[in-house]
């Protein structure tokens, strides 16, 4: 009765097993940012578990930034993956950006930095990145149903993966920890933006202006565009910032 009582213990509790499932997916790449988590109807009956314990399930991935839930009914409605899976030190770094709020222009100016690091080395090793990841994310982004939540979710999600394919994993860990940090501003910021559609199409062309930089082996014009892209976002969304407060010292 006692080993009986036991195995029961450890057995993993049914969201866990749902939250395990859709991991195990994105680590494995069966799921990659931009995708859509099937319904929860759909999830449920795969899995063998209750609606509730999908739902609990995907509020524990949002919670640790691996997903968007969207409600409602339609194409746009349930989950789109925004992140994979990183380490301890993100999640410290996340649960920091939270508790402390950091000033929106302290994380503007790290990025300045970390990000024409980035690109440049990128550009720099062109022939031996891979930047699948990137372009999959900048496909996404051309999906006209996103909302600017969505879209915005996606546009942190290619700067971390930009991170990823230069393969430094400090840069790759400390990113991933600023990323709902970053995906915060752009999103409350971008209420200040009288005509949202241009400036996502503008977003969309210096992405791929960026890409472009880099698979031509430019360093000085991947830094430059990608300093341009994060700091142009910026003064858009701050009309009464120093516009120099966000160049990179």
């Known amino acids: ?26 680590l494995d790449g069966d799921l990659a940012p931009g995708d859509r988590l099937p319904g929860e109807r759909a ?24 997903i968007r839930t969207h409600t409602g009914s339609g194409p746009t409605a349930g989950a789109i993956i925004i992140a994979t899976p990183a380490g301890g030190m993100s999640a410290l770094m ?11 222009r302290d994380i503007v100016e790290t990025r300045l930095v970390l990000e024409a690091h980035v690109a440049g080395d990128l550009a720099a090793a062109s022939a031996r990145a891979d930047l699948a990841a990137v372009e ?10 996103l909302d600017r939540a969505e879209f915005l979710a996606l546009d942190a999600a ?18 991933a920890g600023l990323r709902s940090g970053i ?22 062309r210096e992405h791929r202006g960026i890409l472009e930089a880099v698979r031509a082996a430019d ?5 430059a565009r990608i300093n341009d892209h994060i700091a142009g976002y910026y003064a858009e969304i701050s009309p009464d910032a120093d516009r120099g407060a966000a160049a990179p010292h």
């Open 94 to 104: 996340r649960l920091q950006v939270a508790a402390n709020g950091f000033p929106v």
């Open 1 to 26: 009765m006692g080993d009986e009582a036991s195995a029961r213990s450890i057995e993993p509790r049914a969201w866990e097993a749902v939250l395990e499932h859709v991991e195990r997916r994105l």
């Open 136 to 145: 999959r994310l900048l496909d996404a982004m051309d999906d006209p149903s």
């Open 43 to 66: 999830l449920a009956a795969d899995l063998g578990v209750g609606r509730s314990s999908v739902r609990e399930a995907l509020r524990v991935l949002e919670v640790l930034g691996l």
């Open 158 to 175: 290619f700067h971390l993966a930009l991170a990823e394919a230069s393969g430094n994993q400090v840069i790759t860990a400390t990113m």
């Open 219 to 223: 360093p000085a014009a991947a830094r």
């Open 183 to 204: 995906e915060g501003y752009a999103l409350a910021g971008s209420a200040r933006i009288a005509d949202w559609r241009a400036t996502a199409a503008r977003l969309r």
